[in-house]
């Protein structure tokens, strides 16, 4: 029998099946090795604010703004450079506006086309011709492979050029090439994105943003707590799905289901109506931003009664589950449904709110009979929404529960600790995780929720779903408890207080974060753990790195309803080939004042970690795949050479 070895090499000689080939494929891999690395754009927690993670993504935490200033200099105003940087961000309707007022567009057309020109020139220099040609618009790929790529051999290269751009505006298609060339811009100014948790819930648009990241050029995701809240609801997990529709009625974001999702919430409308015509529904505001009054009485009906439904959900799964450990989560047969109280840890407390029509005191977790049927409503309507699949079906592709990329840790929430700063032992199922095993173990049974054939399984896998969302012992939640009965139904904040993992009081240990870093495997000094989860509060001095520039949490509060507590709109991050750049952002207004004002989401950025030698495509993960690829090829060639694989007659000279 042949070795491993020989069917591998021939194998390979099958995509290579001449010393030519092969070494050709050596010299190009070689060359690529040399290239800078390409850019890697990190956001986190974007919870559904579309606008201000559009606009980041497409100025690429001011990565955009850098070529320009590499490419122009002091050659162009920054007024200028600031007018470029908008038609890049929003070329249509930057354009649009210009050239109402515009007196000669075609000079317009002319300036504005070189200057893109040039700009993308600068972007596309990192990366190899064939890469680039890929990521080519195909109506204009010929034309502008032309125009960014240099010509050495060309006498009257600006002759070249310029009858080039003459046509194109007196063809009539300079828009089109101005929209192209722009886009490509921001395509090749990031070469990566990582989203780092938190696509949904708070915010308006995450059905919006699931859109935008599915067609985006490469991506990966590290799922966070509300991010796996839908994945269990869309999976037709009950406690995620009234989970998930509670978060939407308290932001005032219903339309998300319903006009994002198609999912009818009217059954659920009717019957909180019905149930609490007269309840005034005080203690179930809504949170952030200004809501229709005519809507907001059945806002607040609606908020009520999926949050009691909620509670007895998640009554039944802690019932069903008494080996999550959750008992002492389970209130409603702690209340004193005639005197108005409830016993929490052996002391009394007065409700807020005393009108519960739907709990039988006997069976406080059982459904009403309408409740069982919207709730079963609810259901397969979340298991049948085609663009909700497709969403979960994208975040299961391209996302986990961490990643390890580039010498860089990525998660989204924490990795429990004891007290002592040792790994915490989880019981999963009746087995016991710690650390990595843990993150592994969890993720499994995410996809298993999905996918499993045994209904068992399956089932397991939909229940831990929402365990994640909530447990103390989840990597994804990392508090002692999630107090929502409690925030509702209770004045005293004693009840509120929700104590964090002790892994957020070791964010500054030496030990504790090289410990965390070769559990996955990273034992370089130069390694990073990427975090978000818990916002950064900047305004009163926190800072995002933590340990000497080791951690790096960038949650900065994308969502408005956390600004005002950090005083900023996010932290993102870049990774170039020069080092980490730390950008700190200022409130985004709106779209329309960024292109009608030119107003750029403001950000300070900082260099977090400068390297001195810059770094090239070998330094990355992708380097190591292609030196393992370029030792395998030289492996091929000396087969050749010794006549061990023989090369394959292709008929050409």
């Not at 700063?421 to 049974?445: C, H, M, P, Q, S």
């Not at 509120?496 to 870093?517: M, Q």
């Not at 292609?626 to 030792?631: G, R, S, T, V, W």
Request: net charge negative; charged share 30%.
């Amino acid at each position: 029998m042949k070795s491993l070895e020989t069917r591998y090499l021939e194998r390979l000689s099958e995509l290579y099946p001449t010393i030519a080939a092969a070494s050709t494929e050596v010299i190009n891999l070689e060359a690529i090795l040399n290239l800078p690395k390409g850019t890697e754009h990190f956001l986190t927690d974007i919870h559904g604010e579309y606008e201000a993670f559009s606009h980041v993504l497409k100025n690429g935490s001011g990565a955009v703004k850098r070529k320009i200033d590499d490419v122009f200099g002091n050659t162009l105003s920054r007024q200028d450079k600031q007018s470029l940087a908008t038609l890049i961000y929003y070329p249509t309707e930057k354009m649009s506006r210009i050239l109402r007022t515009e007196k000669n567009p075609d000079d317009w057309y002319k300036i504005t086309l070189y200057r893109l020109i040039e700009v993308c020139r600068r972007a596309a220099s990192k990366y190899t011709r064939s890469k680039v040609r890929k990521a080519l618009p195909a109506e204009f790929a010929y034309v502008m492979e032309e125009l960014i790529t240099e010509k050495a051999d060309l006498a009257d290269k600006e002759s070249y050029y310029d009858a080039i751009v003459q046509t194109i505006i007196r063809v009539g298609r300079a828009q089109q090439f101005i929209v192209a060339l722009s886009e490509l811009i921001q395509r090749l100014t990031v070469d990566h994105l990582h989203i780092v948790g938190d696509i949904f819930d708070r915010g308006p648009g995450p059905h919006i943003i699931m859109d935008k990241l599915m067609s985006y050029h490469s991506i990966d995701i590290q799922w966070g707590n509300h991010d796996v809240l839908w994945m269990g609801a869309a999976a037709g997990q009950p406690g995620c799905i009234a989970n998930v529709i509670r978060n939407c009625a308290r932001y005032g974001n219903l339309d998300i289901l319903e006009d994002g999702y198609g999912i009818n919430m009217l059954p659920l409308a009717t019957f909180a109506i019905n149930t609490y015509a007269d309840d005034p529904c005080a203690c179930f505001q809504l949170k952030g931003g200004s809501h229709d009054a005519s809507e907001m009485e059945i806002n607040l009906k609606m908020h009520k009664a999926i949050s009691i439904i909620q509670f007895k959900a998640e009554g039944q799964i802690i019932r069903r589950h008494p080996e999550f450990h959750l008992e002492k989560r389970n209130l409603l047969h702690r209340i004193d449904f005639e005197r108005g109280v409830i016993t929490i840890n052996g002391k009394e407390y007065a409700l807020l709110d005393t009108n519960f029509p739907t709990v039988d005191p006997k069976d406080p977790y059982a459904f009403t009979e309408q409740e069982a049927e919207i709730m079963e409503r609810l259901e397969r309507a979340f298991i049948n929404c085609k663009r909700l699949q497709q969403h979960m079906k994208f975040l299961l592709a391209r996302g986990s529960l961490y990643k390890v990329y580039n010498n860089n840790l990525l998660y989204h929430g924490c990795v429990p600790l004891n007290e002592d700063g040792t790994f915490k032992a989880v019981e999963i199922y009746g087995k016991t995780y710690r650390g990595r095993a843990l993150y592994d173990t969890l993720d499994n049974y995410i996809r298993k929720g999905f996918v499993a054939v045994d209904k068992a399984e399956r089932e397991k896998g939909r229940d831990l779903m929402w365990y994640i969302w909530l447990h103390e012992d989840s990597p994804l939640f990392g508090k002692d408890k999630m107090a929502t009965f409690e925030r509702y139904f209770l004045a005293e904040k004693e009840t509120h207080k929700e104590t964090k993992n002790p892994y957020y009081r070791f964010l500054e240990d030496e030990t504790a974060v090289s410990r965390i870093l070769a559990e996955f495997g990273l034992r370089s000094a130069e390694a990073h753990i990427v975090n978000g989860h818990v916002p950064v509060k900047s305004k009163d001095g926190e800072s995002p790195v933590k340990c000497g520039g080791r951690l790096l949490v960038i949650d900065g509060g994308f969502s408005k309803a956390y600004q005002k507590e950090t005083g900023i709109a996010g932290y993102t991050l870049i990774y170039n080939s020069y080092g980490l750049i730390l950008a700190a952002h200022d409130p985004f207004e709106s779209t329309e004042a960024a292109i009608e004002n030119e107003s750029d989401i403001h950000s300070d950025s900082r260099m977090v970690k400068w390297v001195p030698e810059r770094k090239c495509v070998g330094d990355t993960d992708v380097g190591r795949e292609l030196k393992e690829k370029i030792k395998d090829l030289e492996e091929l060639l000396q087969a050749y050479y010794s006549g061990a694989i023989a090369e394959k007659f292709t008929g050409q000279r």
